[in-house]
């Protein structure tokens, strides 16, 4: 029968090589590198570990501090810095380092938490100090490029005490607070309605130069074209009374009865108006001969002309009424 004590004994001393043997090794990944401390104080010789893989230490004595290799990112919250144009102008920047000296840094800050929170102190007042002295078109526009490099000295200063190395400094945004953001807005809405009220004001002065213009224009073509129409009209009527005159001359009876045609066509037409003459007035001298002369009565006693009186009923069947 086996000894229950002796197998005890042997599980208990498997399980102290088993923890001996996982504290003496640590492994190392490849983003990572690894500080060797005994108690607490650097290996000489062999303190940083760069190379990844599976390495060994004395268990119990020795301790690993991993520390990450590749580069780290740095976020600040945004800030107010006052340019040197008296203008309060927010921020929101970022940085990006890496360490370089792993035993400066673990003595210096221990962690990158710690490390963080001292970088972005200096991140900070490296801000204020290189962007007070520039102006606010500077940081907007001009010279951002270069204040980004002014800021990046001046904190990897802060940061080779540390053991890192900034790599770069970037300022992600750089605003008017919203407070002088909406009074600028509003000014400049102002302004805008200004020059807009100006260009409508200098349009419609153009617009009534232009109807001036214009009308100024209409009544001269009308004028000209009232007297061009009134010369040519001028112009007809004299050719039309040389051509009556003409007429006239060559036959003159013929013309009369033209005429007179002409004087019954217009004045012989039905309507509402009424005309009361007598049938021996000369507008109908042609209705009783052709010529228009009318027949002379035979000389009487005396050697003159006598026409008998008519009676009043004969003149009153003789006169001619008509609508």
């Not at 399980?15 to 640590?26: D, E, K, Q, R």
């Not at 407070?179 to 600028?184: C, F, L, Y």
Request: hydrophobic content about 40%; overall charge positive; proline content about 4%.
């Amino acid at each position: 029968m086996k000894n229950p004590i002796g197998g005890l004994a042997a599980l208990v001393i498997l399980i102290g090589l088993l923890i001996v043997g996982m504290g003496s090794v640590f492994t190392v990944g490849q983003t990572q590198q690894a500080l060797v401390l005994r108690f607490g104080e650097p290996i000489s010789g062999r303190a940083l570990v760069t190379t990844p893989g599976l390495h060994f230490k004395i268990p119990f004595i020795e301790t690993v501090t991993l520390l990450d290799n590749r580069i780290l990112d740095l976020e600040t919250p945004k800030q107010e810095v006052l340019a040197s144009d008296n203008n309060r102008i927010e921020v929101d920047a970022f940085l990006r380092y890496r360490i370089v000296d792993a035993l400066r840094f673990y003595q210096t800050v221990g962690t990158i938490q710690r490390a963080n929170n001292q970088l972005g102190s200096v991140l900070s007042s490296a801000l204020r100090r290189v962007l007070g002295e520039a102006t606010m078109l500077q940081i907007v526009r001009e010279g951002r490029s270069n204040l980004m490099v002014s800021i990046r000295d001046l904190v990897n200063a802060e940061a080779s005490r540390l053991g890192a190395e900034v790599i770069d400094v970037r300022i992600r945004r750089a605003d008017l607070p919203r407070q002088i953001s909406e009074r600028i807005y509003n000014r400049m809405q102002t302004e805008r309605a200004r020059e807009a009220a100006e260009f409508r004001a200098q349009g419609s002065e153009q617009a009534q130069k232009i109807r001036a213009r214009a009308d100024r224009d209409v009544v001269v073509l009308r004028a000209e074209a009232q007297r061009q129409a009134d010369q040519v009209r001028g112009e007809g009527d004299a050719e039309r009374n040389r051509v009556f005159a003409e007429a006239y001359n060559q036959d003159p009876q013929f013309f009369s009865f033209y005429r007179s045609m002409q004087a019954y066509e217009t004045g012989l037409k039905g309507g509402d108006t009424r005309l009361i003459m007598s049938p021996n007035s000369e507008f109908f001298r042609f209705f009783g001969q052709s010529s228009g002369i009318r027949p002379t009565a035979p000389a009487g006693n005396g050697g003159t002309n006598a026409t008998p009186p008519a009676s009043p009923q004969a003149s009153n069947s003789n006169a001619l009424q008509l609508r």
